[in-house]
């Protein structure tokens, strides 16, 4: 299995949601067994505010393309190109100040409540 980010980023956004009714910010692109990689722009959404909830997986985020700042819990830090973020399943989390260009991949992993430390 292969997909591009170009290739990813042209299916955004996807199907409109009661979630986001101008259409989801993100779209799977890769699937096997709890694995699921999606691409996300959250400037998509009206506004550009990152309208996310928490997870029933495990997440990781890999920076693409832009600028964001990560928001995990209390804590915050800057999101560009090269960076990684892990996200454990049920944590409150999102991206603020989205530059219009930005783009990660999302990678949801493993069980429901997520995987024992």
């Given at each position: 299995?292969?997909?591009?980010?170009?290739?990813?980023?042209?299916?955004?956004?996807?199907?409109?949601?009661?979630?986001y009714p101008e259409g989801a910010p993100s779209t799977?692109?890769?699937?096997?067994?709890?694995?699921?990689?999606?691409?996300?722009?959250?400037?998509?959404?009206?506004?550009?505010?990152?309208?996310?909830?928490?997870?029933?997986?495990d997440e990781l985020y890999l920076v693409q393309a832009?600028?964001?700042?990560?928001?995990i819990g209390a804590q915050q830090w800057p999101a560009?190109?090269?960076?990684?973020?892990?996200?454990?399943?049920?944590?409150?989390?999102?991206?603020?100040?989205?530059?219009?260009?930005?783009?990660?991949?999302?990678?949801?992993?493993?069980?429901?409540?997520?995987?024992?430390?």
């Open positions: 299995m292969k997909v591009t980010l170009s290739d990813a980023l042209a299916r955004l956004p996807s199907s409109p949601t009661a979630q799977t692109v890769l699937a096997h067994g709890s694995m699921q990689l999606k691409v996300f722009n959250p400037a998509l959404n009206t506004g550009g505010r990152d309208r996310q909830v928490p997870h029933d997986q832009g600028s964001a700042t990560m928001v560009r190109a090269g960076d990684a973020f892990f996200v454990a399943a049920g944590a409150t989390h999102r991206f603020d100040d989205v530059s219009p260009d930005f783009a990660t991949w999302v990678v949801f992993y493993g069980p429901t409540g997520g995987e024992p430390a």
